[in-house]
Protein backbone atom coordinates (compact mmCIF):
# COMPACT_ATOMS: atom_id res chain seq x y z
CA UNK A 1 0.00 0.00 0.00
CA UNK A 2 1.07 3.77 -0.63
CA UNK A 3 2.27 5.22 2.26
CA UNK A 4 0.05 8.52 3.15
CA UNK A 5 2.17 12.03 2.75
CA UNK A 6 2.66 14.77 5.89
CA UNK A 7 2.98 18.13 5.24
CA UNK A 8 4.96 19.22 8.58
CA UNK A 9 5.24 22.99 9.88
CA UNK A 10 5.86 25.07 12.47
CA UNK A 11 4.93 28.40 13.44
CA UNK A 12 8.87 28.91 15.66
CA UNK A 13 10.89 28.01 12.02
CA UNK A 14 12.87 25.60 10.19
CA UNK A 15 15.40 24.96 12.72
CA UNK A 16 12.86 24.21 15.88
CA UNK A 17 13.62 21.17 17.94
CA UNK A 18 9.63 20.57 18.31
CA UNK A 19 9.39 20.15 14.49
CA UNK A 20 11.87 17.80 14.09
CA UNK A 21 10.70 15.76 17.15
CA UNK A 22 7.57 16.18 15.16
CA UNK A 23 9.52 14.86 12.04
CA UNK A 24 10.91 12.09 13.40
CA UNK A 25 7.56 11.23 15.00
CA UNK A 26 5.44 10.99 12.17
CA UNK A 27 8.13 9.23 9.50
CA UNK A 28 6.69 6.32 11.02
CA UNK A 29 3.53 6.94 9.62
CA UNK A 30 4.60 7.64 6.35
CA UNK A 31 6.46 10.25 3.59
CA UNK A 32 6.79 13.45 5.34
CA UNK A 33 7.67 16.57 3.59
CA UNK A 34 8.60 19.81 5.98
CA UNK A 35 8.11 23.21 4.46
CA UNK A 36 8.36 25.84 7.65
CA UNK A 37 9.18 29.44 7.77
CA UNK A 38 12.93 30.74 7.15
CA UNK A 39 12.17 32.83 10.80
CA UNK A 40 10.70 32.68 13.94
CA UNK A 41 7.17 33.58 13.39
CA UNK A 42 5.19 33.03 16.20
CA UNK A 43 1.99 34.57 17.14
CA UNK A 44 1.43 35.53 12.97
CA UNK A 45 -2.14 33.28 13.42
CA UNK A 46 -3.58 32.37 10.11
CA UNK A 47 -1.54 35.78 8.32
CA UNK A 48 -1.20 35.94 4.39
CA UNK A 49 1.26 39.78 4.38
CA UNK A 50 1.43 40.81 1.31
CA UNK A 51 4.82 42.18 2.10
CA UNK A 52 6.18 37.88 2.23
CA UNK A 53 8.74 37.67 -0.50
CA UNK A 54 7.98 33.69 -0.81
CA UNK A 55 11.38 32.63 -1.64
CA UNK A 56 11.61 28.79 -1.08
CA UNK A 57 15.22 27.21 0.19
CA UNK A 58 15.85 24.00 -0.13
CA UNK A 59 17.85 22.88 2.78
CA UNK A 60 19.60 19.45 3.95
CA UNK A 61 19.09 19.32 7.75
CA UNK A 62 20.68 16.31 9.82
CA UNK A 63 18.74 15.29 12.98
CA UNK A 64 19.69 12.04 15.21
CA UNK A 65 22.07 10.75 12.47
CA UNK A 66 18.87 11.13 9.92
CA UNK A 67 19.50 14.01 6.53
CA UNK A 68 16.64 15.43 5.59
CA UNK A 69 15.76 17.48 2.49
CA UNK A 70 13.38 20.77 4.33
CA UNK A 71 12.03 23.84 2.59
CA UNK A 72 12.66 27.15 4.21
CA UNK A 73 10.27 29.56 3.47
CA UNK A 74 9.95 33.46 3.09
CA UNK A 75 6.50 33.88 4.53
CA UNK A 76 4.54 32.57 7.78
CA UNK A 77 3.12 29.84 8.64
CA UNK A 78 -0.18 29.76 6.68
CA UNK A 79 2.18 30.94 3.98
CA UNK A 80 4.59 27.89 4.55
CA UNK A 81 1.28 25.44 3.73
CA UNK A 82 0.08 27.34 0.56
CA UNK A 83 3.52 27.09 -0.87
CA UNK A 84 4.08 23.40 0.42
CA UNK A 85 0.88 22.73 -0.93
CA UNK A 86 0.64 24.26 -4.20
CA UNK A 87 4.08 24.49 -5.57
CA UNK A 88 6.87 22.36 -3.10
CA UNK A 89 4.24 18.62 -3.27
CA UNK A 90 2.02 19.76 -6.14
CA UNK A 91 -1.38 18.29 -4.44
CA UNK A 92 -3.10 17.87 -1.57
CA UNK A 93 -1.49 15.73 1.56
CA UNK A 94 -3.13 13.27 3.81
CA UNK A 95 -2.47 15.31 6.40
CA UNK A 96 -0.97 18.86 7.13
CA UNK A 97 1.04 18.66 10.99
CA UNK A 98 1.57 22.34 12.69
CA UNK A 99 4.22 21.82 15.35
CA UNK A 100 5.14 20.78 18.05
CA UNK A 101 4.78 24.22 19.91
CA UNK A 102 7.01 25.88 22.41
CA UNK A 103 3.92 26.63 25.00
CA UNK A 104 0.43 26.04 25.24
CA UNK A 105 -2.48 27.64 22.84
CA UNK A 106 -5.65 27.48 24.66
CA UNK A 107 -8.44 29.80 24.82
CA UNK A 108 -9.97 32.54 22.65
CA UNK A 109 -6.48 33.86 22.31
CA UNK A 110 -5.64 30.81 19.20
CA UNK A 111 -6.56 33.01 16.30
CA UNK A 112 -3.54 34.68 17.13
CA UNK A 113 -1.26 31.56 16.88
CA UNK A 114 1.01 30.39 13.95
CA UNK A 115 0.35 26.85 14.77
CA UNK A 116 -3.49 26.81 15.18
CA UNK A 117 -3.41 29.23 12.06
CA UNK A 118 -1.43 27.11 9.87
CA UNK A 119 -3.58 24.42 10.80
CA UNK A 120 -6.83 26.26 9.89
CA UNK A 121 -5.49 27.20 6.51
CA UNK A 122 -4.84 23.67 5.55
CA UNK A 123 -8.08 22.92 6.49
CA UNK A 124 -9.26 25.61 4.33
CA UNK A 125 -7.92 23.69 1.51
CA UNK A 126 -9.79 20.38 2.61
CA UNK A 127 -6.81 19.35 4.48
CA UNK A 128 -7.28 17.20 7.68
CA UNK A 129 -5.55 19.08 9.86
CA UNK A 130 -3.64 18.41 13.66
CA UNK A 131 -1.92 21.24 15.30
CA UNK A 132 0.40 20.04 17.99
CA UNK A 133 1.57 21.98 21.62
CA UNK A 134 3.49 21.56 24.08
CA UNK A 135 2.86 23.48 27.53
CA UNK A 136 6.02 25.45 28.44
CA UNK A 137 7.13 28.54 31.01
CA UNK A 138 7.10 31.93 28.65
CA UNK A 139 10.46 32.11 29.20
CA UNK A 140 10.99 29.20 26.13
CA UNK A 141 8.11 30.67 23.89
CA UNK A 142 10.42 32.02 21.69
CA UNK A 143 13.33 30.39 21.83
CA UNK A 144 15.02 26.93 20.48
CA UNK A 145 15.63 25.79 23.59
CA UNK A 146 17.11 22.26 23.91
CA UNK A 147 15.96 22.01 27.76
CA UNK A 148 12.73 21.27 26.61
CA UNK A 149 11.72 17.33 26.32
CA UNK A 150 9.28 17.02 23.25
CA UNK A 151 9.38 13.19 23.88
CA UNK A 152 5.74 12.86 25.30
CA UNK A 153 4.01 15.40 22.83
CA UNK A 154 6.05 13.65 19.92
CA UNK A 155 4.04 10.45 21.25
CA UNK A 156 0.82 12.47 21.52
CA UNK A 157 1.39 13.72 17.89
CA UNK A 158 2.34 10.04 16.53
CA UNK A 159 -0.80 8.76 18.08
CA UNK A 160 -3.46 11.36 16.83
CA UNK A 161 -1.80 11.62 13.06
CA UNK A 162 -2.04 8.15 12.85
CA UNK A 163 -5.84 8.44 14.10
CA UNK A 164 -6.21 11.23 12.13
CA UNK A 165 -4.81 9.11 8.66
CA UNK A 166 -7.00 6.20 9.72
CA UNK A 167 -10.32 7.66 10.29
CA UNK A 168 -12.00 10.81 8.38
CA UNK A 169 -12.75 13.82 10.89
CA UNK A 170 -16.08 13.53 12.13
CA UNK A 171 -18.89 15.99 10.50
CA UNK A 172 -18.25 19.28 11.48
CA UNK A 173 -14.58 19.19 12.53
CA UNK A 174 -12.21 20.91 10.33
CA UNK A 175 -9.36 20.38 12.37
CA UNK A 176 -7.76 18.86 15.66
CA UNK A 177 -5.80 21.14 18.56
CA UNK A 178 -3.87 19.41 20.56
CA UNK A 179 -2.16 20.41 24.05
CA UNK A 180 0.47 18.36 25.95
CA UNK A 181 1.03 19.47 29.46
CA UNK A 182 4.55 20.12 30.83
CA UNK A 183 4.51 17.46 33.09
CA UNK A 184 3.22 14.62 30.94
CA UNK A 185 4.24 11.49 30.01
CA UNK A 186 2.84 8.87 27.56
CA UNK A 187 0.81 7.56 29.84
CA UNK A 188 -0.74 10.36 30.67
CA UNK A 189 -4.89 10.12 30.02
CA UNK A 190 -6.24 12.42 27.69
CA UNK A 191 -9.72 14.29 26.91
CA UNK A 192 -12.07 15.61 24.09
CA UNK A 193 -12.31 20.10 25.24
CA UNK A 194 -13.92 22.73 24.26
CA UNK A 195 -12.08 25.89 24.25
CA UNK A 196 -12.16 28.05 26.52
CA UNK A 197 -14.44 31.49 25.98
CA UNK A 198 -11.14 33.64 28.36
CA UNK A 199 -8.40 34.75 27.03
CA UNK A 200 -5.44 33.07 27.85
CA UNK A 201 -2.74 35.17 27.12
CA UNK A 202 -3.54 38.43 28.42
CA UNK A 203 -1.46 41.88 27.35
CA UNK A 204 0.59 44.08 28.86
CA UNK A 205 1.16 47.47 28.19
CA UNK A 206 4.85 48.33 27.45
CA UNK A 207 6.96 50.20 30.05
CA UNK A 208 8.13 53.55 28.78
CA UNK A 209 8.06 57.20 29.05
CA UNK A 210 6.52 58.54 26.46
CA UNK A 211 4.80 56.88 23.48
CA UNK A 212 6.99 57.86 20.60
CA UNK A 213 9.59 55.33 22.49
CA UNK A 214 9.64 51.78 20.66
CA UNK A 215 7.82 49.61 23.42
CA UNK A 216 7.04 46.01 22.44
CA UNK A 217 3.52 44.69 24.03
CA UNK A 218 4.01 41.80 26.75
CA UNK A 219 1.68 39.44 27.66
CA UNK A 220 1.04 37.12 30.71
CA UNK A 221 -1.58 34.27 31.78
CA UNK A 222 -4.33 35.57 33.45
CA UNK A 223 -7.01 32.85 34.33
CA UNK A 224 -10.85 32.74 36.29
CA UNK A 225 -9.99 28.98 36.79
CA UNK A 226 -13.02 29.35 39.61
CA UNK A 227 -15.24 30.21 36.99
CA UNK A 228 -13.80 28.45 33.97
CA UNK A 229 -16.15 24.83 32.83
CA UNK A 230 -13.96 21.75 33.96
CA UNK A 231 -14.08 20.36 30.16
CA UNK A 232 -12.45 23.54 28.59
CA UNK A 233 -9.01 23.16 26.82
CA UNK A 234 -7.61 25.32 29.39
CA UNK A 235 -8.81 23.16 32.32
CA UNK A 236 -8.05 20.24 31.32
CA UNK A 237 -4.51 21.22 30.35
CA UNK A 238 -3.81 23.46 33.95
CA UNK A 239 -5.54 22.27 36.55
CA UNK A 240 -6.57 18.26 35.46
CA UNK A 241 -2.92 18.04 33.82
CA UNK A 242 -4.19 16.07 31.27
CA UNK A 243 -3.69 16.34 27.37
CA UNK A 244 -6.38 18.33 25.59
CA UNK A 245 -7.87 17.73 22.80
CA UNK A 246 -9.91 19.93 21.01
CA UNK A 247 -12.02 19.74 17.80
CA UNK A 248 -12.39 23.01 15.83
CA UNK A 249 -14.54 24.34 12.92
CA UNK A 250 -13.60 27.12 10.37
CA UNK A 251 -16.97 28.10 10.95
CA UNK A 252 -17.31 31.00 13.33
CA UNK A 253 -20.98 32.30 13.27
CA UNK A 254 -22.36 32.38 16.30
CA UNK A 255 -24.83 29.52 17.41
CA UNK A 256 -28.00 31.67 18.54
CA UNK A 257 -31.55 31.74 17.78
CA UNK A 258 -33.00 33.82 14.65
CA UNK A 259 -35.65 34.98 17.02
CA UNK A 260 -32.96 36.48 19.38
CA UNK A 261 -31.34 37.85 16.75
CA UNK A 262 -34.77 39.33 15.33
CA UNK A 263 -35.31 41.02 18.67
CA UNK A 264 -32.00 42.51 18.38
CA UNK A 265 -32.58 44.04 14.84
CA UNK A 266 -34.79 43.08 12.39
CA UNK A 267 -33.86 43.63 8.65
CA UNK A 268 -35.90 46.57 7.41
CA UNK A 269 -36.85 47.85 10.68
CA UNK A 270 -33.97 50.09 11.79
CA UNK A 271 -34.08 53.37 10.08
CA UNK A 272 -30.91 54.67 8.50
Same mark, same amino acid.
Given at each position: ??????????????????????? +??????????????????????????????????? +???????????????????????????????????????????????????????????????????????????????????????? +??? $? @????? $???? $???????????????????????????????????????????????????????????? +?????????????????????????????????????????????? @???????
Amino acid at each position: MTKPHILLTNDDGIRSPGLWAAA +EALSRLGFVTVAAPREQFSGAGRSLPATSEGSIRA +ETVTVHGQTWQVYAVGGTPAQAVQHGVLEILGQRPDLLVSGINYGENTGTGITVSGTVGAAMEAASMGIPALAMSLETDKSHHLSYST +EID $F @STAAY $FTDL $FAGLMLGHALPSGVDLIKVDVPAAATPSTPWEWTRLSTQRYYVPVKPARKTLDQPGKMDY +EVKMDYENEPQDSDVYTLIRKQLVSVTPLTLDLTARVESRLLNEFA @SPGDIDR
